[in-house]
């Protein structure tokens, strides 16, 4: 199965986003860098006027004052040290900061001349400059000497690891933030998407009849196209059935006039075989016109409300049962459903109920229920039930094939249950008789998958 | 009893028209929707049987405008549509019963009497009032279990009056309901024919079946305990 649409673009904007924070993480610390970088050279550049300024030649040295302000010149092991070589590289002067330390500098420039460097002293890392200079002096003559100064970087790594934790921290944050805003605006921008999901299933289900809502432009093609579709698959289906039972209505007519000219004949009754054959074409326009308009499980499934339904069939079909109504029970939960349409659900009670009247002592009953196998879909049962003589075994099986009748001396050409057994097959379920444990006669009890 | 048949296909009506005056039955016929519940609320049916697809308005309509304007006439649907959905409504309609067409005659008037019985509270095909047995599947009486020879209209009109126990029923509802319209209406026939059943219901008169109302009519009361 392919992700969903939400996972892909959560997926694919997290990359971007890694990356593209990544990039500008990277950017901001080499700019700390550099930044960095050009703060300690100006520094040192500040140390070397500092030295300069205090700085006098003597007897062709370059000798410089122990009162410096920077006082860390002069406090041994401070970090900050000097060193003043002549024009051949021998040291002429250290800065007492490096009293105990051995700082080798070799460097001699030019005069005008400055190179920045590292170096290392003891386990001190040091950012050094060295400047060259030239001295006139019209007693001491002219003299060039190369001024080193250099600086532990120590504070600097702290510095900028410091830096960069905040910076990944901040980063970081960012990330998270845009992402969840990310998930955020992909909901609400895939709800459409969503609801559209939501009311195919209402329809599903039978509680709406069309995608009514308003859904944003990109889609509203798409749920026009659904709609038509749907709309038109219920208007085929419905001519379908109507023409149907225009057919059976116009055939049936006809063997009516039939059958009653025959009988009503009473210089020449009708032979047996006659009449057997009016009856099977009266059976054979029932049960194939009948099957033929029944619905099955329908594409765009629609689903029935069994309650009401069945409470409507309770209460008319038993009244027409020539002993007077039975007594009936009816159980079935308000929200037990029915996967198919009405015409079908009604053909599956108006069968069983009706058969129930015929055979009953005077007691019937009909439930409703569903249940869920551990492993497997929803059930929906219904079981019908009688006080009657009940089915044999041996009948069991035959009852429920087309166009069988147990009792001939009862009205009806036995296709009823036959219908239901068909009906039971199109909707992938299974129906069964065996012996009402409660009332003692029959029980058919209809077991059908739930969708979904 | 007076039955009336709605019903538009005229072949169809004609034969069930001659096959239940047969019966004893006194038929009026009506082809359209109009015409059917002018019959059914102005003229004194006993029964009528119904058609769904007529012209003018349906047969459910029929049934619903009936039942709307109080009348409580047993009704019989008699269709070629056969779908659960369409007895549900003609029931709901207020029908008291369906049949489907094509049909087998004997279950038509299996089903009319049924309905006609149910009326006058009896629930099973053999009325029994007394030593009084009416058996309305083969059209005879007995009297004590011995069979009763009654010509077809004092059958009919004991079976009226055994339809109607312990009501009282004039003369003129007993002319409407049991002949046909063209048929001798003096009132004399009527009394003729209860001097004659009496004869044959109560030969030594201590039985009392029918009584005589004087100026209002007759009431059968035997077997008043049935309840």
């Known amino acids: 199965m392919t992700p969903s649409l939400q996972r892909r673009l959560l997926v694919v904007a997290s990359l971007v986003l890694m990356a593209f924070l990544g990039a500008t993480g990277m950017a901001l610390d080499q700019a700390f860098r550099t930044s960095l970088i050009q703060a300690q050279k100006d520094r040192l550049q500040g140390f070397l006027y500092t030295l300069m300024a205090g700085a006098d030649v003597t007897d062709g040295e370059l000798r410089i004052p122990d009162d410096l302000p920077e006082g860390r010149f002069h406090q041994i092991g401070s970090g900050l040290y000097a060193v003043v070589l002549d024009e051949h590289g021998e040291t002429t002067w250290r800065s007492r900061s490096l009293i105990g330390r051995e700082l080798t500098v070799d460097r001699v420039l030019p005069p005008g001349e400055r190179d920045f460097y590292l170096a290392e002293l003891n386990d001190d890392r040091l950012v050094g400059l060295a400047y060259g200079l030239s001295w006139e002096d019209p007693e001491a003559g002219r003299g060039e000497f190369t001024l080193h100064v250099a600086e532990a970087i120590a504070f600097r790594v702290q510095e900028r690891a410091a830096y960069r934790r905040s910076l990944w921290g901040w980063l970081g944050g960012a990330a998270i933030g845009l992402l969840l805003a990310q998930i955020l605006v992909l909901r609400w921008g895939l709800r459409p998407l969503r609801r559209v999901a939501r009311d195919l299933s209402l329809i599903e289900r039978g509680d709406k009849s069309a995608l009514d809502g308003r859904y944003p432009r990109e889609i509203q093609g798409l749920t026009d196209r659904l709609n038509q579709l749907i709309r038109g698959e219920r208007e085929r289906t419905e001519r379908y059935r109507n023409s149907l039972a225009d057919l059976a209505h116009s055939l049936k007519t006809p063997l009516a006039v039939l059958r009653t000219s025959l009988e009503a004949d009473s210089s020449r009754p009708p032979t047996p075989e006659t009449m057997d054959q009016i009856d099977r074409i009266h059976a054979t326009v029932d049960y194939q016109l009948g099957r033929a308009a029944l619905a099955g499980p329908p594409r765009f499934g629609e689903s029935t409300r069994i309650q009401p339904l069945a409470r409507r069939i309770v209460d008319t079909l038993p009244k027409t049962r020539a002993g007077g109504p039975p007594e009936i029970e009816l159980v079935c939960p308000d929200e037990m459903r029915f996967p198919g349409p009405e015409g079908d659900l009604m053909e599956i009670l108006g069968n069983l109920v009706d058969n129930a009247c015929k055979w009953c002592h005077g007691r019937i009953l009909l439930a409703v229920s569903s249940r869920r196998h551990r492993s497997g879909p929803q059930t929906l049962r219904i079981c019908m039930e009688d006080d009657g003589p009940g089915v044999p075994d041996s009948e069991r099986e035959r009852i429920l094939q087309r166009g069988e009748r147990v009792d001939e001396s009862r009205p009806g050409h036995g296709i009823g249950l036959a219908m239901v057994a068909d009906l039971a097959r199109n909707y992938r379920g299974t129906i069964r008789i065996d012996r009402s444990p409660d009332l003692g006669g029959a029980r058919f009890m209809l077991e059908i998958p739930m969708p979904h | ?227």
């Open chain 2, 1 to 227: 009893m007076r039955l009336l048949l709605v019903e538009d296909e005229q072949e169809l009506a004609a034969q069930l028209i001659r096959r239940l005056q047969d019966e004893g039955f006194v038929v009026d016929h009506a082809d359209d929707g109009p015409g059917g519940l002018h019959f059914a609320t102005d003229y004194p049916v006993d029964l009528a049987i119904v058609d769904l697809g007529l012209p003018g308005f349906s047969g459910l309509e029929l049934i619903e405008r009936l039942r709307a304007g109080g009348s409580r006439l047993p009704v019989l649907i008699l269709t070629a549509r056969q779908a659960w959905q369409d007895r549900v409504a003609g029931l709901e309609a207020g029908a008291d019963d369906y049949l489907g067409k094509p049909f087998r005659m004997e279950e038509l008037l299996a089903r009319v009497n049924a309905l006609l019985r149910r009326v006058g509270g009896w629930a099973h095909p053999v009325l029994e009032a007394g030593p009084l047995a009416l058996d309305t599947r083969s059209q005879s009486a007995s009297l004590r279990g011995q069979a009763l020879d009654l010509t077809a209209y004092e059958y009919r009109l004991l079976a009226y009056l055994m339809h109607h126990p312990q009501t009282v029923v004039s003369k003129s509802e007993l002319t409407e309901h049991l002949y046909p319209d063209d048929s001798d209406r003096d009132s004399n026939v009527i009394e003729v024919f209860i001097r004659r059943l009496r004869q044959k219901l109560d030969p030594d008169g201590d039985l009392q079946p029918i009584e005589t109302l004087r100026g209002r009519g007759y009431c059968f009361r035997l077997g008043a305990d049935r309840a």
